[in-house]
């Protein structure tokens, strides 16, 4: 068997290279899933777009085009696995001449920016987006269309009841699947490793080699992603909770006695 | 004086080839509410939704305060005597029952064995009636008859309105639904004050202070800060006729408005809208409460079939029907 000992030990001698793979983890699962839902928002109507007949010719062939993107931009990056998406984009800017090693952040803060994590951030974000784009767009679909009617039987215009009464609607029912996808991006960042991205898995796969202790390494990396999985989780559950204005609590007479306490 | 603010003229919506609203017209006065009764199916609601272009009319005219937003004007074979010719129609349609029937009486009692010469000649008589009528029959008229509906409408000079023009008609005809429809994901409060300041581009003080004003006359100021998944039906009704109420429209529409709700809630919802049509609110509603189209409204609408079958007064329509179909109906309810 190991010895707890050593890895206690392996933690605390790579601790700096540790915390830089947390840090990079963490900004990569984050940004990609944030910025990827706000990708995803826009995927999600560009494949709602409807043709109408009443459409100038111009706008019907736009219009076209567009969906058609959405569509298999979605079909593509869905259907095939982050890591070769990873690889085709190296070697695709490669080829058109743009090399990520040789680009550098002016600031460098715990060892996390270089251009392949910014390639990364890039794989990462575009790959989320398309789940987002579906995952909002069965949240979109499961609005009651009694609330575009209430909306627009006010006055207001297509824009605004999208952005004021139906996407927060769309999000917050679809908040346990996007924040699923954190989750999934905590882990499955771990696969950009691929084009040298220094993430959590890199830098324990490095220390794991250079010390020579392979189980002891990837048990304190289980053990990060556990943390960063549950401790997101839990920040997802309370986010969730404050959306539904703190009314679900654990205490099925909360919601009575506050009610009690108004009147 | 009275002022006219909504003239609704020839309105026509078809679905398809499902005729739902048949020349309609209709013209509303400032302070009137209108009880528009019949049975499920007739086109009530359809009718509401055209006034507010929820729905596109196929043809007709509408005229807000003197100012048209909406109008097609001629579809194919148009500009018929659409009242003669449903008389026709109808008289034909009740001459060949009435005599077919005539027939089948005698022909059953000759299978009977009552058998006589008069008999023979009753028969006789009655065949020859029946072909008389069938001789001359009234044409159904298809109103698109060779050309598809599709092609037709195309044909059609379209009165352009454009969106946003559209919207401020919206924010003066507002609608109340059965569903209510209250925003799910904002508070009572925000439920009020969302319209009045991107539509209306309010103040958020001034659309709050509106909003606490509204709220306090359908007797919910103390549920300001509940989601409408915490409030009762006829809490939710009551709040969306204030949200309507914060955009002080020119017109309420109500669809319906107390038919979703549990018995003991339809009053507190009725309360509302009496004391609305006693502060001189315009308001055309379609109901099935017949107590408040009796007793409220100052004229009624009886529609069956896309028709208006009967419009007048509550107390001739009440206690003096004159078609079948309106007795019928009131007898059922
Ligand atoms: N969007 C639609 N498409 C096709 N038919 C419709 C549509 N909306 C309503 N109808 C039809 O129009 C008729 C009248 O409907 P409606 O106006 O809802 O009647 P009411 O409100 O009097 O019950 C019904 O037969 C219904 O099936
Ligand atoms: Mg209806």
């Known amino acids: ?263 | 004086m009275s002022e006219t603010i909504l003239e609704i003229k020839n309105l026509a919506k078809f679905f398809g080839k499902t005729k739902v609203l048949r020349d309609i017209s209709l013209n509303v006065e400032k302070g009137d509410v209108i009880a528009i009764i019949g049975p499920s199916g007739s086109g009530k609601s359809t009718f509401l939704r055209c006034l507010n272009l929820l729905e596109e009319p196929t043809r007709g005219e509408l005229i807000f305060k003197g100012e048209t937003y909406f109008h097609i004007i001629k579809c194919k074979n148009d500009f018929v005597d659409y009242e003669a010719y449903h008389k026709a129609l109808d008289a034909y349609e009740e001459e060949l029952v009435r005599t077919e029937d005539n027939l089948a009486i005698y022909q059953n009692l000759k299978i009977e064995g009552k058998v006589d010469d008069s008999l023979n000649k009753k028969i006789a008589k009655a065949k020859k009636e029946f072909k008389e009528v069938r001789k001359h029959p009234v044409q159904k008229i298809d109103f698109f008859d060779s050309k598809s509906y599709e092609e037709a409408i195309k044909n059609t000079p379209k009165f352009s309105i454009s969106n946003k023009e559209i919207n401020k008609i919206r924010s003066k005809i507002n609608m109340v639904f059965q569903s209510f429809n209250l925003f799910e994901n904002k508070r009572v409060i925000d439920n009020c004050c969302l319209a009045p300041v991107k539509v209306l581009k309010m103040s958020n003080a001034e659309a709050k202070e509106i909003a606490i004003k509204e709220l306090t006359a359908v007797n919910m100021q103390d549920r300001m800060n509940y989601y409408p998944r915490e409030l009762s039906g006829g809490q939710k009704q009551r709040v969306a006729i204030a949200r309507a109420l914060c955009m002080n429209p020119e017109v309420i529409l109500f669809d319906e408005p107390t038919s979703a709700l549990d018995p003991e809630m339809v009053d507190e919802v009725l309360n509302v809208m009496k004391k609305l049509a006693s502060e001189g609110r315009t308001m055309i509603v379609v109901t099935h409460e017949m107590n408040f189209a009796k007793n409220v409204a100052n004229k009624v609408i009886f529609m069956d079939k896309g028709y208006v079958v009967e419009s007048g007064n509550p107390k001739d329509i009440f206690e003096n029907p004159k078609t079948d179909r309106l007795k019928q109906f009131l007898k059922m309810n």
């Open chain 1, 1 to 263: 068997m190991f010895d707890w000992g050593k890895i206690g030990k392996i933690f605390v001698e790579n601790s700096d290279l540790i915390w830089s793979g947390i840090a990079t983890t963490v900004i990569l699962s984050l940004f990609g899933t944030f910025v990827g839902l706000i990708l995803g928002i826009f995927l999600a109507y560009g494949k709602n777009i409807k043709v109408r007949d009443t459409d100038i010719f111009i706008i019907k062939i736009l219009k076209r085009i567009l969906k058609g993107f959405c569509v298999g931009y979605s079909v593509v990056l869905r259907g095939t696995p982050m890591m070769v998406q990873a690889l085709i984009f190296k070697y695709g800017t490669n080829a058109l001449g743009l090399n990520w090693e040789d680009i550098s952040f002016p600031k460098e803060i715990l060892n996390v920016f270089n251009g392949w994590f910014l390639a990364g951030l890039i794989v990462i974000t575009f790959n989320t987006a398309a789940y987002m784009g579906e995952i909002v767009q069965s949240g979109l679909n499961g609005v009651d269309k009694g609330q575009i009617e209430g909306a627009r039987s006010l006055g207001m215009s297509g824009a605004q009841t999208s952005l004021f009464v139906i996407l927060p609607q769309a999000i917050r029912n679809a908040l346990p699947t996007i924040g699923n996808e954190l989750i999934v991006n905590i882990k499955d960042s771990s696969v950009l490793n691929i084009i040298a991205v220094s993430e959590l898995f890199y830098r324990l796969k490095n220390i794991a080699t250079t010390n020579y202790a392979f189980l002891e390494a990837y048990i304190i990396l289980a053990l990060i992603y556990l943390v960063l999985t549950l401790i997101a989780s839990g920040i997802l559950k309370l986010i969730e909770k404050k959306l539904d204005g703190q009314k679900i609590s654990l205490n099925p007479f909360g919601r009575y006695l506050r009610a009690r306490k108004e009147i």
